[in-house]
Nanobody, 128 residues
Framework: QVQLVESGGGLVQAGGSLRLSCAASGRTLSSYVMGWFRQAPGKEREFVAAINWSGTSTYYTDSVKGRFTISRDNAKNMVYLQTNSLKPEDTAVYYC?????????????????????WGQGTQVTVSP
């Protein structure tokens, strides 16, 4: 079992930055692939970024490449999403997620994402 709690969301003007954090408890964080997803009102939840067990490989959806950076600190049981150059279309609830090899495979295939655990989300609002 893993419990995930996100923080760091807020209201930011376009062009600003936020650092989202995900604190994990339960099992050792290094056992999981970690990811960030987001969901805007009336929209499907979409993949944003992921990082493998050791932090040596990262994955991003095209719309955030060059602007967002995912990182992890297994010793602190923390995962981060640094969001720069924010745009109004980035407005959404951002969810931290943990999974295994199926999740990573789905991300690589860009279909059928399969996290095992979800956080409750943190709101990011970007004003024009």
């Amino acid at each position: 079992q893993v419990q995930l709690v996100e923080s760091g969301g807020g209201l930011v003007q376009a062009g600003g930055s936020l650092r989202l954090s995900c604190a994990a408890s339960g099992r050792t964080l290094s056992s999981y692939v970690m990811g960030w997803f987001r969901q805007a009102p009336g929209k499907e939840r979409e993949f944003v970024a992921a990082i493998n067990w050791s932090g040596t490989s990262t994955y991003y959806t095209d719309s955030v490449k060059g602007r967002f950076t995912i990182s992890r600190d297994n010793a602190k049981n923390m995962v981060y999403l640094q969001t720069n150059s924010l745009k109004p279309e980035d407005t959404a609830v951002y969810y931290c997620a943990a999974g295994g090899s199926r999740m990573l495979a789905a991300i690589r295939q860009k279909s059928g994402y399969h996290p095992d655990y979800w956080g409750q989300g943190t709101q990011v609002t970007v004003s024009p």
